[in-house]
């Protein structure tokens, strides 16, 4: 009989969750399958019904309970919302933090504890230390801390992180060697409830057309759109403007006339900052002492950059040593100090 602790694993029907929940039975944990409805619509688009059958037969394989919850209505008032309403004031929200700060680890984790479980485990690639310090996952290229930057030391203390030690191709092989049914499935890219969708033709089912200008940086007018909201920073597909030189990306964006900025080729300066504001800081352990030197992504796919983080007022103001490009407001600037996630903040 197991002594070590019951375990929560959120089931997705992909791969990273099935080789987590199948890991920690392998070292001996009890195994309670939780599979997410997180939005009510099982479209092409977004295959809630055949991800809950991969996760039913990953559960049957490993031999663990399954159970649903369904949590769409939190999803959409806490999260989705959110999205919506960001985009309407111009900027553009990350709906896998706040899925992660609001779903995964406040309502799905409470639930799963009332049941039962001690600690829940999902499939994400980051760490935990001893001390209940966040830290990279050892895949670089495959490394969640960034999404995960709003957890506290109190919630990392009933989480685990099984696949943080492991590459995508090691879970990959053990899915494999283990027989889950699942080994060979494609990873879900972008957000679930748009999955293969045009975002711009989504959003237009919430958020109704409204006619504006693009503009130079000069002020010239260099054509039609039909809402600010559709676009971001540093964008450059589906502009429409045509014309003689490099490609024209989205600089700025005034939603009151639904203006849309742009400028002319990639390394133009005006898509450069060196000096930004955040707020809503969330730090994992105690808030550091500021003036701090450390490193810095402004999005997912970034390099880390080294910066100094100061205070102004009520927001952090993130001076970095490099001017940065396209930094887009309502993103997320996550802090580090080499391998340890420090916290992070929304981009103002």
Same mark, same amino acid.
């Given at each position: ?20 929940a199948? $890991?920690?039975?392998?070292q ?11 939005w009510?619509d099982?479209?092409e688009?977004? #295959?809630?019904?055949?991800d809950?059958?991969?996760a ?8 663990i309970? *399954?159970?649903?919850f369904?949590f ?8 989705? %919302?959110? *999205? ?12 896998d ?13 409470k ?5 039962? +479980? ?5 499939g ?9 310090? *966040? ?6 290229? %495959?490394?969640?801390?960034?999404f $995960? ?7 990392l ?6 696949l ?10 053990i ?7 699942v080994?060979?499935?494609?990873d ?20 109704p057309p ?17 809402? +600010? ?5 540093g964008?450059?597909?589906?502009l429409?403007?045509g014309g003689p ?15 849309v900025?742009?400028?002319?080729g990639?390394?133009?300066?005006? $898509? ?9 800081e ?8 500021? #003036? *701090?030197k ?17 205070r ?6 993130i ?10 407001p ?12 420090l916290g ?5």
């Amino acid at each position: 009989m197991s002594t070590k602790p019951t375990v929560a694993v959120g089931l997705s029907g992909g791969v990273d969750s099935a080789t987590c929940a199948y $890991l920690l039975k392998k070292q001996g944990y009890k195994i309670i399958g939780f599979f997410m409805k997180n939005w009510e619509d099982d479209s092409e688009h977004c #295959p809630a019904e055949q991800d809950y059958l991969d996760a039913l037969a990953v559960a049957q394989k490993i031999g663990i309970d *399954l159970y649903t919850f369904n949590f769409s209505k939190e999803y959409f008032d806490q999260v989705f %919302k959110d *999205l919506l309403d960001g985009l309407k004031k111009g900027v553009t929200p990350n709906p896998d933090i706040l899925c992660n700060r609001e779903i995964k680890f406040s309502v799905f984790m409470k639930k799963a504890l009332s049941l039962g +479980a001690t600690h829940l485990a999902t499939g994400h690639y980051a760490q935990i230390s001893e001390d209940y310090s *966040l830290i990279r996952g050892i895949d670089s290229n %495959k490394d969640q801390s960034y999404f $995960l930057y709003t957890l506290k030391e109190n919630i990392l203390k009933q989480t685990l992180f099984p696949l943080g030690g492991y590459t995508k191709p090691q879970i990959r092989q053990i899915a494999k060697e283990a027989n889950l049914p699942v080994f060979n499935k494609k990873d879900s890219t972008g957000i679930c409830f748009i999955g293969k969708r045009n975002f711009s033709d989504f959003i237009s089912e919430y958020m109704p057309p409204t006619k504006g200008l693009f503009k130079s940086t000069d002020g010239k007018v260099l054509g039609k759109h039909n809402g +600010a909201w559709f676009y971001t920073i540093g964008q450059r597909k589906g502009l429409g403007i045509g014309g003689p030189g490099d490609a024209w990306y989205v600089v700025d964006k005034d939603i009151k006339t639904h203006t849309v900025y742009v400028c002319q080729g990639e390394n133009h300066p005006s $898509l450069f900052k060196k000096i930004i504001l955040a707020n809503e800081e969330s730090w994992v352990g105690s808030p550091p002492l500021l #003036p *701090l030197k450390c490193t810095a992504k402004i999005r997912y796919r970034s390099i880390d950059v080294p910066c100094t983080v100061k205070r102004e007022g009520k927001e952090l103001l993130i001076e970095f040593e490099k001017p940065q490009r396209a930094i887009t407001p309502a993103q997320s600037i996550v802090f580090y100090d080499k391998q340890v996630c420090l916290g992070g903040a929304f981009i103002s």
